[in-house]
T-cell receptor, first 112, second 110 residues
Framework: QKEVEQNSGPLSVPEGAIASLNCTYS??????FFWYRQYSGKSPELIMF??SNGDKEDGRFTAQLNKASQYVSLLIRDSQPSDSATYLC????WGYGQNFVFGPGTRLSVLP | DVKVTQSSRYLVKRTGEKVFLECVQD?????MFWYRQDPGLGLRLIYF???????EKGDIPEGYSVSREKKERFSLILESASTNQTSMYLC?????????FGQGTRLTVV
């Protein structure tokens, strides 16, 4: 059974701080990695994806991937109350265009 | 923008009813998925499809079936609804590994 694990939280950070969200996965052959944000009662929306080891930055968001450690993280700089949501890590175990395995999500609360 | 549309936002059905959840995507994606999402359990894959008339079981297919007669439409069928199928159902489509979700259908079986 391919698994993706996340700390369920809640993770609370003050406004303006850096929020760090972590994810580990079991399938060493996984090719692509995704972070989704889900507001309460809404469907998940894609924030970022990363395929290669290292960092990928997009505005206030940075995704970090370490395939040797089977670890992917999401950093949110200058956190805002509007960032309060559940963040889902997703892994594509079989590469291009195939299935996804989702983690249970980490609930983030940014305190004003 | 990719649009994935689910036919209903909220549904209430009786135990034993046959229930159809419809999903349509407008971007010619080959891959489509049905998930259910429950508190504490996250997103669980029910069925997915790589092409018209093709379907693959996910992690929890029991009690469900699917139909994909056209590329843009993927239907989830609850053959005989039960109370343990009360959940949020999410449809998704994908191309080049990125999945796009519909707005979700909150199904309550009474």
């Amino acid at each position: 059974q391919k698994e993706v694990e996340q700390n369920s939280g809640p993770l609370s950070v003050p406004e303006g701080a850096i929020a760090s969200l972590n994810c580990t996965y079991s399938d060493r052959g996984s090719q692509s990695f995704f972070w989704y944000r889900q507001y309460s009662g809404k469907s998940p929306e894609l924030i970022m994806f990363i395929y290669s080891n290292g960092d990928k930055e997009d505005g206030r968001f940075t995704a970090q991937l370490n395939k040797a450690s089977q670890y992917v993280s999401l950093l949110i700089r200058d956190s805002q109350p509007s960032d309060s949501a559940t963040y889902l890590c997703a892994v594509n175990p079989w590469g291009y265009g195939q299935n996804f395995v989702f983690g249970p999500g980490t609930r983030l609360s940014v305190l004003p | 923008d990719v649009k994935v549309t689910q036919s209903s936002r909220y549904l209430v059905k009786r135990t034993g009813e046959k229930v159809f959840l419809e999903c349509v995507q407008d971007m010619d994606h080959e891959n489509m998925f049905w998930y259910r999402q429950d508190p504490g359990l996250g997103l669980r894959l029910i069925y997915f499809s790589y092409d018209v008339k093709m379907k693959e079981k996910g992690d929890i297919p029991e009690g469900y079936s699917v139909s994909r007669e056209k590329k843009e439409r993927f239907s989830l069928i609850l053959e005989s609804a039960s109370t343990n199928q009360t959940s949020m159902y999410l449809c998704a489509s994908s191309f080049n590994s990125e999945a796009f979700f519909g707005q979700g259908t909150r199904l309550t079986v009474v």
